[in-house]
């Protein structure tokens, strides 16, 4: 679609917004950014994009509406709305930010997707191919953007052809794509989240799958053997070649033991890595499947691996106190990611849990603590919502607190010698934190003034 000189409006005057009316004024585009907020600076929104571009707060301006050709949505507005029908029923293009930034970029693309675990997985596979592009002097650079980090459309119009981004990518941007189309792709697993916004689990799952709608036969999407949705997904949805990893049984990529396995061949060890849980082996092992299919080398695959060490936020090692280690979970915002934290701690453990509302259930969660967790510290909407839920399960233990301070100052005075702190809420960060980034590094300032 040619944008030079057309009206585009952007929804949302974020992170993702504001780096899409960037491109787009960039592009030769009239970027409108349009944000439901009636008390929006527009001032501080203009120099952010750095132009003086129209900005609309709880009203569009009818004339920009009425002359726009696309309307660009940021990930963290919902689409199933009256103002976003309008413009479909107008037959006028709807992208999320990653459909813009793509019809931009050039080079290789790596998307990853899955409810758990992306962020430590897109981290891992930018290294290996940064590492490999070093190592080989490849012209080129190596991009890693999307949820991790930099919007894709902050990148996007730097790559180069000689360049691989690999991006990070939610089932929120996954709703608006049109023509994205990964080379290599992941979906790391399934599990419940978002479903407040998804509604249903199908829902959820076919945006999960939508990485994978414009691959070809000839191309790869990497899948979880584990996951039964995954399974048959391949079996039929899946227009790429499946790779399957898997932490129980043979798969292309798979765990024997505490060794991991490319077929027949043994790769590594565990205890090379640096990162803790079975998930993370799993993590791992994605990582391996999409950079060998990008033409690493094994040597420089494992050698990166075994260099590489947890992703801030994410059963993030922060300090010893009084023989109590701390670790941050801040990135543990769905129960299945908590749990798998729980897997991973390996001494009695009190949890930092709680938080925003997404509609999710914590019974399997509360079944995960298997004696290991020794108190429950609960804050934020879904504190009461939990409680009940653990008692239901026997698991009397709970302390409710109001914040993130009392919750530290807590589990100071309760723990033993001996015994591990864990924050990884199960729930988002909206409400008492501007996003789980904040709510980790409060956690850490907290427990190293302890």
Known sequence: MELKDKTVIVMGAGKSGIAAAKLLAEVGAVPVIFDNNEQLDKAAVKEKVGRDIPVCAGNLDPEYESGAVLLVMSPGIPVDTAFVDGYEARKIPVWGEIELAYRYAKGRLIAITGTNGKTTTTALTGKIMQDWYTASGKDGKVYVAGNIGDPYTDIALLTKEADTTVLEVSSFQLETIDAFHPEISAILNITPDHLNRHHTMEAYTACKEDITRNQSAAEVCVLNGEDERLVEFAKGGCGAKAVFFDSAKRADFWLKGEDIYDGDEHLMNIHEMKL??????ENVMAAIAMTKAAGVP??????SVKEFTAVEHRIEYT?????????N?????????AIKAIQAMVKPTILIGGGYDKQNTYD???????GKVKYLLLLGQTREAIETCAHEHGFQQTILVESMEEAVSKAHELAEPGWAVLLSPACASWGMFKNYEERGRIFKDLVRKL
């Open 364 to 370: 399997e969660w509360i079944e995960s603590f298997d």
């Open 329 to 337: 979970d801040s990135k543990g915002t769905n129960p299945d990611a």
């Open 276 to 281: 803790l849980g079975v998930h993370n082996v």
């Open 298 to 303: 094994m040597e420089n695959i494992l050698q």
């Open 319 to 327: 300090a010893t106190v009084n023989g109590v280690d701390y670790y």
